[in-house]
């Protein structure tokens, strides 16, 4: 009878298609962060030595207080970062404000109002290059009574014509020209009044001016090239224009000196149109060089009105940034309406319907008997249909028992079935929270309805993200039901109470939330590949399946919230919509709007800034599908992705992202900003660079509420972390070259200005008050002075409009203008703050814990990791311990003996029912998989019962998975 059991038992598995570990599956990568290995040559490390190159360690251990070696590195890497930040930061201020004014000084503007064009002021005549107006001048008298000059035929002649030779002057009143280097040129030394050019007027200065009537306009001549051109002895060195008139007439004959060739070279030139330039012969000798200021000051005429090479330069920089600037801010604002108006909804409409089994009631029973229906079993993934098995994962760390209920009882809330939906609680060892009466572990544990058979759970291994012993690490995993009003919802508590040599210790058990998250990681991805499992996952198997009546492997979503925030009903059902609707959606978040948002101003600074980064930010990068920072309070992975009927693909399950997500080695400062600080942007970094084609969304209907930091100590240190883990994520995103467009056309375009931007905060809001002060004293005269303030405007108006297009909701103008107003806070005291932290890698204000000291950190090794301690084995061996413990204790029951209820990590919870029945009953009971074997969905592989008889043996894998299929066809499978 046993041997027809098992015939029958066999018969009806089917098998598991082996579609996971295909060749062409396996995508190897260049980790982003490197694990152990032999050390290179780094140059960042070398770069910040020399940086710190003033600071030896001595100094730095015995007044910096930095005595390990990883500190005073970190703290190295800080100041290269500042470095490179205030070097950024100079930049952009030069080329906002000294870029125009070093290539285009205002005396080489051309601006109208400096100058009246030689040839087109009738009425003034040119003295020392500026135009004097002599309307009412009054013609000197020689000794015979006859003019000297007459002022009014020379501007009729041509206005604006040079007359400085008439007048009296003095080598010796130019003190440039006295410089002994140059006294060997002829047009330095050439003196003025001479025979062949005598000067017929007074001395040149005021007194002069004010005999003859003659009036200083205060503009300079202008010239252009045409003009230069046609002036026979004229000249330009840097944009001045020179009269050589007088030098030429005294110099007739060459004299043979650099000066006189170059002169004469230039004024014989056949190209006449900016033909007659000296800049580049005076200016490429320094002798030469140093003459032009005596040069300049002599023969000085005018200017040329027409751009200067310098100031084409500053103009043509200052429109390809306008362009660039304005065209990055548009698209933002164009791509984020389209996305409102036309992706959006239709990314999260209802999903086509699919024949799938009515469960719309909780079908789990005390037996947790496997899924089944009026019509049978799940067969298909048309039978799962659009009610995808979800798993609802909430962080807990020290939140209280109201933020925690509350958190639960939105989730169950969710308009979801119950059957699909999986409460799984992680709380981060066993912490009592500032201001609780209990543990956060008794906190959640109290919430549930624990089931019976599992009323008392032993504490199970697992390979914990931490460095030395504490990477072992044992967890404790309570299986019931959470009620909520006449709802029933399966409910997973893991709590990590940590090793036995912890108990005693502050905070045992407690590895961060980056080891919560690879608990429920590390679990599906050994499910999906039938890979080797901890005693802890084995155990969240066997309850699960309790619980929710089919295996893991059912499970496709993952649904993380923080545990202080409240998801609206609608939310989950949204999210799993648009996962339905685009399979190449493997990542998703919601909007997160503010609970709390009138406690204090430093709430109510945050509405705009939160609002503003979903809509703007995330709606922009979801139209290309890359959205770069999944909230960790509120967001959906995939855990694996469907590809036609029966196979799969990994997606926040693949080994490459599990592994690089759970790195225990995290030295430098790059990488614990990364993995301590923002642990959520760098999943979302991993995820886009091993599937840059797959798509990050944001989906704007899908609404949770959080509860924002009130005191302002909190937020700075909140946004100390972000910033931070900002910029770390950013600097690894710009090298995924595989990203969506190209070029200035691409994200990682995008990534690498939001990057520059991040980092010139600082900068950017001084500038940005310098420019409204000068405005204010100034206002501007023209197009060019006024773009600036177009910009401005630009930046800052768009996002109202945005606000009234998206929500129609005018009270966010009014939370805009707070935003505003506290725009310092945000651009300048924050980011400030951050940079000089770059090495800090607490958590600081943001969660308080009872007794907790400030430095008391999860990550710090201590002792040696003992791989004993956590043995790995399959599903297969586990089951069959199990198997041989219940018959043990079988037999010891029926000799009268005494039965050990715990036994290490092989065996199941102490005072189960399970523990106490055969293995023939204890299998069937928890594990009767005859209920869904029709459909192709039992876990694990079905060679495991083919080689049954071999169970007191070592398990040998190779063998079975080479065992004849009972399924030739292939019909079915979940996998």
Not at 348 to 373: C, E, I, M, R, W
Not at 789 to 797: A, K
Request: overall charge neutral; proline content about 5%; aromatic content about 12%.
């Amino acid at each position: 009878m046993e041997a027809g059991f098992e015939s029958n038992r066999r018969a009806s598995m089917l098998n598991r298609r082996k579609t996971l570990i295909r060749p062409e599956r396996y995508q190897p990568a260049t980790p982003m962060l490197p694990g152990d290995g032999k050390k290179e040559f780094d140059l960042w490390v070398f770069f910040s030595k020399v940086v710190t190159i003033w600071a030896p360690a001595s100094l730095l251990s015995s007044v910096g207080g930095l005595h390990d070696k990883g500190s005073r590195q970190a703290w190295r890497e800080k100041i290269a970062l500042c470095f490179i930040v205030f070097l950024m930061g100079g930049s952009v201020a030069f080329l906002t404000v000294g870029f125009a004014a070093v290539l285009c000084p205002p005396s080489q503007q051309n601006n109208p109002a400096m100058f009246l064009r030689y040839g087109e002021s009738p009425g003034h005549l040119g003295i020392r290059g500026w135009q004097f107006d002599i309307t009412n001048a009054v013609n000197p008298k020689g000794q015979d009574n006859k003019d000297l000059i007459n002022f009014d035929a020379l501007a009729k002649d041509q206005n604006g014509q040079d007359i400085t030779q008439f007048f009296q002057r003095d080598v010796v009143e130019y003190p440039s020209c006295q410089d002994p280097v140059i006294q060997k040129f002829a047009a330095v030394n050439d003196q003025f009044c001479k025979k062949d050019s005598p000067c017929s007027l007074k001395k040149l200065d005021d007194a002069t001016f004010a005999e003859y009537k003659i009036v200083n306009t205060t503009k300079k001549v202008g010239f252009d090239w045409d003009q230069i051109g046609d002036l026979a002895d004229y000249l330009v060195i840097d944009g001045n224009v020179l009269n050589l008139e007088g030098y030429m007439k005294s110099h007739p004959v060459p004299t043979g000196d650099q000066i006189d060739k170059i002169i004469r070279s230039v004024l014989n030139t056949d190209h006449k149109q900016g033909g007659k330039d000296a800049t580049r012969l005076f200016f490429g000798r320094p002798d030469l060089k140093a003459s032009v200021n005596c040069l300049v000051s002599k023969y000085y005429a005018g200017n040329i009105d027409k751009e200067t090479i310098g100031c084409f330069t500053s103009t043509l920089f200052l429109y390809v940034s306008l362009t660039v600037i304005l065209s990055i801010v548009l698209t933002r604002f164009a791509m984020a309406c389209i996305f409102d108006w036309f992706i959006s909804h239709r990314l999260a409409h209802k999903p086509k319907d699919k024949n799938s089994v009515d469960s719309t009631q909780n079908f789990v029973n005390a037996g947790g008997q496997p899924l089944t229906s009026g019509n049978g079993a799940l067969k298909t993934l048309d039978d799962v249909g659009n009610d995808l098995f979800t798993v609802l994962l909430v962080t807990c760390y020290s939140e209280d028992e109201v933020g925690i209920r509350c958190t639960c009882e939105s989730m169950a809330a969710t308009d979801y079935p119950d059957d699909r939906k999986l409460l799984f609680l992680v709380c981060d060892g066993i912490i009592v929270g500032s201001g609780n009466d209990k543990s956060t572990p008794d906190i959640c544990v109290g919430l549930m309805e624990l089931e019976p058979e599992f009323k008392d759970p032993q504490p199970k291994s697992y390979i914990a993200v931490a460095a030395g012993a504490k990477q072992h690490n044992m967890a404790k995993v309570y299986a019931g039901y959470f009620h909520y009003k006449d709802r029933r919802i399966p409910m997973v508590t893991i709590a990590k109470c940590g090793a036995p040599e912890e108990q005693g210790k502050p905070k045992p058990g407690n590895r961060g939330k980056r080891d919560s998250q690879l608990i429920l990681m590390n679990f599906f991805s050994r499910v999906t590949y039938n890979d080797r499992m901890c005693a802890l996952d084995y155990d969240l198997f066997r309850k699960i399946h309790h619980l929710m009546g089919v295996t893991p492997d059912f499970f496709e979503i993952v649904l993380m919230v923080d545990a202080d925030t409240k998801v609206y009903p609608d939310s989950l059902r949204l999210l799993i919509n648009c996962m339905c609707n685009d399979p190449l959606i493997m990542g998703l978040c919601g909007e997160t709007k503010i609970a709390n948002k009138r406690d204090s101003w430093v709430t109510a600074i945050q509405v705009f800034e939160y609002y503003i980064s979903h809509h703007l930010g995330k709606g922009f990068e979801s139209v290309f599908g890359g959205v770069t920072c999944l909230p960790g309070c509120f967001c959906t992975y995939r855990l694996k992705a469907r590809k036609g009927d029966d196979d799969w693909v990994p997606i926040i399950t693949k080994p490459e992202i599990v592994q690089e997500y759970s790195q225990n080695t995290v030295e430098t400062l790059h990488q614990k900003n990364l993995l301590l600080l923002g642990e959520d942007r760098f999943l979302t970094t991993l995820m886009l660079r091993n599937f840059p084609h797959r798509k990050m969304m944001f989906c704007p209907q899908a609404i949770c509420k959080t509860v924002v930091p009130d005191d302002f100590w909190v937020l700075l240190s909140q946004r100390r972390r972000w910033i931070n883990s900002t910029i770390h994520n950013l600097l690894e995103l710009i090298l995924v070259r595989n990203l969506c467009g190209t070029f200035c056309f691409s994200m990682q375009f995008v990534i690498f200005m939001e990057l520059i931007g991040t980092v010139v905060l600082p900068v950017a809001i001084v500038l940005t008050y310098g420019l409204i002060i000068s405005i204010i004293l100034k206002p501007p005269q023209d197009v060019t002075e006024a773009i600036p303030l177009m910009m401005l405007g630009m930046v800052l108006g768009l996002p109202a409009i945005l606000i009234l297009i998206t929500t129609r909701k005018l009270i966010y103008i009014a939370w805009m203008f707070i935003y505003l107003l506290a725009l310092p806070v945000w651009n300048f005291i924050l980011p400030t703050y951050a940079y000089w932290n770059f090495d800090d890698f607490s958590w600081g204000e943001t969660r308080k814990v009872e007794g907790e000291g400030k430095g008391d950190d999860h990550g710090k090794k201590d002792g040696e990791f003992d791989a004993s301690n956590v043995p790995l084995k399959r599903w297969e061996d586990w089951e069959r311990a199990r198997i041989r413990t219940n018959k043990r204790q079988e037999r010891q029951r029926q000799q009268g003996g005494q039965i050990n209820q715990y036994d290490g990590d092989y065996y199941g919870d102490a005072g189960s029912v399970h523990s106490q029945m055969s293995s023939e009953q204890g299998q069937q009971q928890y594990y009767d998989y005859s209920a869904n074997s029709a459909n192709g969905t039992g876990y694990p592989p079905q060679q495991y019962y083919q080689q049954q008889q071999f169970e007191d043996t070592r398990f040998n894998t190779y063998e079975l998975e080479r065992a004849p299929s009972p399924n030739p066809q292939g019909h079915g499978g979940y996998y």
